[in-house]
């Protein structure tokens, strides 16, 4: 049985995480070994690109092509894969980037806003997932 590290109360406890025989993860639920079952349902995404040109706090998008996109759509944006300016996935956390999403638009899409408060440049991929 494989485990994982959890800190909890500032001890490591090494809490067991496997498959179990009807395909159910198996861990740790209420302080005893439980089966483990995914929430059904699905959810939507789309990476998109902001493009902060040579120097700026502030890059906005306009995401279209989304059927799934609804006025009450709850929408999240993080950090994505690099991009060819930023190679390193760090980058944009020590930039302290964080994003807004507005303007959703029935059936079409919305807008992502990204800011980095001490300016930075060039393009981030930002993953978009939605419900």
């Not at 349902?41 to 493009?51: E, F, I, K, R, Y």
């Not at 906005?60 to 894969?81: D, H, K, R």
Request: with cysteine.
């Amino acid at each position: 049985m494989s485990t994982r590290s959890l800190i909890i109360g500032g001890l490591v406890k090494q809490l067991p995480t496997t498959i179990g025989a009807n395909g159910q993860a198996i861990g740790w639920s209420g302080g005893q070994l439980a089966n483990i079952t995914p929430a059904g349902g699905s959810g939507n995404g789309v990476a998109v690109t902001v493009d902060f040109g040579s120097g700026s706090d502030m890059a906005t998008t306009v995401v279209t092509g989304q059927s799934w996109v609804t006025p009450t759509s709850i929408i999240s944006a993080s950090l994505g894969e690099p991009t060819a300016d930023h190679l390193d996935p760090a980058e944009g956390l020590i930039e302290q980037i964080h994003f807004g999403i507005s303007d959703r638009v029935n059936g079409i899409g919305f807008t992502v806003t990204a800011h980095a408060p001490y300016r930075t440049t060039g393009t981030y991929t930002i993953n978009c997932i939605g419900v």
